[in-house]
């Protein structure tokens, strides 16, 4: 695991990691305290595409998906609460009841979002993803687009999509 530290840490700083953040990656003890890291610091390993789609890959292997991450996959039905969509998915989601979720969509995925009951969804969509949104009943989804990013949606009933184009690639 110290290999795996040492690695991670050195790729964190090329990144701009902060002192407190990268101390936690020094006393992290397992893939899973990294994983869990990701999920909590998402905003930074986004903006920074940290760590890269391979080192994840080689890091998490057949674990992401417990972490809701996942790299070049196709996903379909109901996924958790944060859901990472990396490289190229392909996904179609069907997301109801009252639940609220965290939906990130980068690099190339393509996801088909359906929105039911009275489910609330916030999505933050990068890079060159293409993301398809329809919400029913009384369900509520906001979408933050950023850059290059292509957002379609449908509204029924009485729900409410609010798109926000922030005008930059990034947070």
């Not at 890269?52 to 674990?63: E, I, T």
């Not at 509520?140 to 009933?157: G, I, L, M």
Request: charged share 20%; proline share 2%; net charge positive.
């Amino acid at each position: 695991m110290q290999q795996i530290n040492k690695y991670i840490l050195k790729k964190a700083m090329e990144a701009g990691i902060c002192e407190p953040w990268a101390d936690m990656i020094t006393d992290t003890e397992s893939v899973d305290g990294l994983l869990k890291m990701y999920v909590k610091g998402i905003d930074f390993c986004l903006a920074k595409n940290f760590p890269s789609n391979a080192d994840l890959l080689r890091l998490g292997r057949d674990r992401l998906s417990n972490y809701g991450i996942y790299i070049d996959k196709g996903i379909t039905g109901a996924p958790g609460d944060f859901v990472v969509l990396l490289g190229g998915c392909r996904a179609n989601l069907h997301i109801d009841g009252f639940s609220a979720n965290q939906l990130f969509v980068k690099h190339t995925t393509t996801a088909n979002i359906n929105v039911a009951g009275n489910a609330f969804v916030m999505i933050d969509c990068f890079d060159n993803a293409v993301l398809n949104v329809t919400a029913s009943g009384n369900s509520k989804v906001v979408v933050n687009v950023y850059k290059y990013a292509q957002v379609t949606n449908e509204s029924k009933d009485g729900a409410i999509i609010k798109i926000v184009h922030k005008n930059k690639s990034t947070y």
